[in-house]
């Protein structure tokens, strides 16, 4: 497994650090807060960059298409953005809650790897496998159903 820089900061505490302490939290929290202007700067860049390339007038299809075809790349980062915002936030509420590092499915810990990869986990690896196939089921019965009416 790669180690990343919050991986680092929470083996720092030694392997005998209790699993979520206060310590290890604030460690967690301090880099989904430091991440927030970073995001918040990518956004007003996509924005600012989204802006300038919808002034510009083509008369040429490829052109337009490719006009469009950038434009919708750049509302999708801006959406991913924001959803990480929002994922952020929703974190920092469970550390208030005093849930945070425990799975919001079976209420088992997340383990340090998993929640170092990414500080905004919510299920450990098992219920988050559950879901993802659930969903994917749920995905293709609904491509199924439509292909049937068709």
Known sequence: MKKTALHEAVLS?????????????????ES???EV??????????????????SEKYS?????????????????E??????RITSISSALQVIKLGDYGYCADCGE????GRMSTDATHTRDAECASRLEIKNANKFNKRAADRKSVV
């Open 13 to 29: 505490l030694g392997h005998d650090a209790e699993y979520m302490s206060d310590e290890m939290i604030n460690i967690f929290k």
């Open 32 to 34: 989904m807060i430091s």
């Open 37 to 54: 202007p970073l995001i918040q700067d990518r956004i007003a860049t996509l924005e600012g960059t989204f802006g300038e390339r919808n």
């Open 60 to 76: 040429d299809p490829v052109d337009i298409a490719q006009q469009q075809s950038d434009q919708n790349d750049t509302l999708f």
């Open 78 to 83: 801006i959406s991913k953005c924001r959803k």
């Open 109 to 112: 810990e997340i383990g340090i």
